[in-house]
């Protein structure tokens, strides 16, 4: 069974005295390595667990596992499999979990002897995106980020030996029996209260002085165990110092194009793409403020709504940048290439422009670059740079840079534009699919229903010449009522069909609603006495509401269909109500609530599509084409209102809301 659920969540939890403190991947390292070799350099029989991401991961440390289980029959070792990693009892315990389990996340290592115990508890920090190129994260494997706890606290290691030997039984149940004796070996099966006041002390700051404030009976151990400590963190240190060294210089050249290129090639999302540009682009110019933000020539103004902003400098996130009033905007959309002003204190242009000289002092610009963002002579977007305290001057390889990701960034904004045309043609096509899908299955199932009842109606009533009366009043009225059904199922298309094609001739009235309501409940308590018992129907409609302007006979069909949806899919129990109230806008705002089934939260955005059936067209427990909402959204809207639906989710009622002008 998958664990979703973080082992040092579940640690955190339990002990919430603990506090987690930050790792480095070289620092693990040594930490478990030290720990291992605690084990290596004892004489008694521990219980040992260790959880491994991934399955390489443990195959480079195998053979030291090979060394512990020779010491302990309670060894246990959990990897997420790669290739022939499996549950298995060979020279220790071995536990393959899924990769969806929490566990591929984190780092563990717990060892629990009878005289001293020691833990390792770590969770896998996700680097940041600004710190990934399409070669993964650009921090060196060894600098990888953890956060966790790593303690000598008895009460600390049991708690985490016994969270751990429940993930083992979920996956291998089988070890229950052999689990249950490690639990009474080592005292597991409860935690003993006495150490929970000292164990905030010793466990609130876990870094590497937690191993010499703690009592560790053996002092040889301890010993040995810093002294493996130390040499395992300075021979790491020593191996990053120089790898770094060696990759910083050509990482910061590289890093800036590397991380954008790579984001506008995964990425279809404008709003990512110049997400990412924006924050690197400011980021690697030491700008104080940059703006990526999309426009066409003809625009007025752009609404900013991605910048980097340096602390010190105001934000313009959220303001609304005029752009046909800004002349150095118009200059380098004009001429399509980089307007750069150095100093513009001094710039004859913006000192005798009022509204430049204005947005200068407003927003405190000292040097200002703009790059128009192009693609085959169109332009999309703008890239600008500000500078708010200096104006030491951008190189021209800098500058060279903000125009080469600016013309990569136009072609990213192309594709992302042509994929999401493409995509909504997709989703139209799909639409039409699904429509022509749901009007043969439910045409076939609705017209072939009362098709077949009539038949059956009519050839008995010739065959039997001699049919009582009753019976024969019986045959005539159930074939006259699957022929109405027939009727209404045709006209429900031909309704929709005049709807869609805008052939409707609306005639527009001043009317009370509460008539329309009244003669909408009539027609459906009507209906509902012949087919079915009706739940309880409310109306609270004031009287007293402003008359609305709408189609009196299509106000009455959104009414009539809307409740007669809610009696559908409401037990004779429940109860459907209709309300009205002025929404403040000139409208009229008019609900029909139910108790009844309800709609799950994914089909609320779908309900009044065309041949819409929340249980499929041909499972469905109540009769009905799918166009009843359907017609309504379309009536709705030949009137100027709106129409949405509400639901807290299935079998907790549904909400509809439509509105109507006020005359």
Sequence with gaps: MIVPISLLAELLQALPQLRAQIYFKSSMIALSHAMEDLVLAGSDEPLVIASFQQERFYRQEAHRYQRIASRSSQVYVLAAPETNFKNASDCH?????????GLSQEWHLVVLGQHYSTCLICQEKIVPIENQDERGPLLMDQARRFEGIWTFDREVSSKAAALLLDRIVNYRPELTEKIDRARTTYNL??????????????????DISAGKNSKIPNPKLSDAFTERLVTYLQAGQHKLLKAYAAIAAQERKERLVNLITTAMRQSLNPQEIVEVAVQELGTALSASRC????????DIAVKIDREFLRPGATSLLNQTWLL?????????????????????????????????????KNWQIVSWLMVPVLYQGRVLGMVEMHQCRSTVAWEEDEIALVEAIATQLGAALIQAETYAH???????????????????????HELRTPLSTIQVC??????????????????????LGDADRMRKLVQDFLTLSHLESGRVQWNVESLTLQECVDLALSSVRSRGGLDRQLPEIIAEVSAELPLVQADGEWLVEVLSKLLDNACKFTTPQGSVTVRAKCNGSRMVEVLVADTG??????????????????????????????LGLAICKQIVAGWGGKIWVDSPGKDRGSEFHFTIPTV
């Design 291 to 298: 703006l990526i933000y999309r426009c066409k020539t003809a």
């Design 324 to 360: 046909q009033e800004n002349q150095i905007w118009s200059d380098a959309v004009a001429r399509q290439e980089r307007v750069y002003i150095q100093d513009t204190a001094q710039h004859p242009l913006i000192v005798n422009t009022k509204f430049l000289k204005k947005t200068v």
């Design 458 to 479: 009519l050839e008995s009533l010739n065959s039997e010449p001699d049919m009582p009366a009753e019976l024969r009043q019986i045959m005539l009225e159930t074939a």
């Design 597 to 626: 089934r309800g709609i799950e939260a994914n089909s609320l955005k779908v309900v009044f599509d065309r041949f819409y059936q929340e249980e499929g067209a041909l499972r469905r427990s109540t009769g009905g084409t799918g």
């Design 422 to 444: 493409l995509e909504e043609l997709n989703q139209q096509l799909e639409a039409l699919d699904r429509t022509r899908s749901n009007l043969i299955a439910i045409t076939g």
């Design 93 to 101: 315990e071995t536990v393959a979990f899924a990769p969806e389990d």
């Design 189 to 206: 099966i409860k935690t003993p209260k006495k150490t929970r006041k000292s164990a905030a002390s010793k466990t609130a700051k876990p």
